[in-house]
Structure formats: structure tokens, C-alpha cells
């Protein structure tokens, strides 16, 4: 059975990746790409972006666009840097 993929599944995996790829909150091209959210949530890109969205309008997480491409690039809203 597929695993069901839900906003909390993809705000996990992109607190996730905001951690653990060196993501610095000050330079957005490096924040994780809608792409990487759903490959490892196995989503499509759309569905993935609906769901960054709609966290967005919560307030949760930010969004920003790089000016020479399409691509969006996703943050987590006040994130605390793990010092472990």
C-alpha cells in the first residue's frame, strides 16, 4: 500500500532538509527546491507545491523565487539551528 502523504509528512521532510544540507536562512538559493520536497515525499512536483503553499499562507513556512528560473525555494519559519 502507498504511504499517504500529507502537509504535516511534507512540512517534516522540509524541516528535515532545512537542517541537515548546511541550509543558511540569509541566502534562499540554498533553502530545498520544491523538487526536493517531492522527490522524498514520492510526490509529484505539483501536489508537493500545493502543499508548500498552503503552509505558506499559514505563516509556517516562507517562499521565495529565484529571478532566472521557475524554480521556488522553501524555509521554514523560525527554525531553531540544531547544535548537537
Not at 499517504?4 to 532538509?17: F, G, H, S
Not at 520544491?34 to 500545493?50: E, P
Amino acid at each position: 500500500m502507498a504511504k499517504k502523504i500529507n502537509r504535516e509528512n511534507v512540512y517534516d521532510t522540509l524541516m528535515k532538509l532545512c537542517r541537515e544540507n548546511g541550509v543558511s536562512y540569509c541566502c534562499p538559493t540554498t533553502w530545498p527546491k520544491t523538487r526536493d520536497v517531492a522527490d522524498i515525499c514520492g510526490i509529484n512536483i505539483y501536489s508537493a507545491r500545493l502543499f508548500l503553499i498552503d503552509l505558506e499562507k499559514e505563516g509556517i513556512v516562507l517562499c521565495t523565487r529565484n529571478g532566472r528560473c521557475n524554480s521556488l525555494y522553501w524555509h521554514i519559519v523560525n527554525i531553531k539551528p540544531d547544535y548537537n
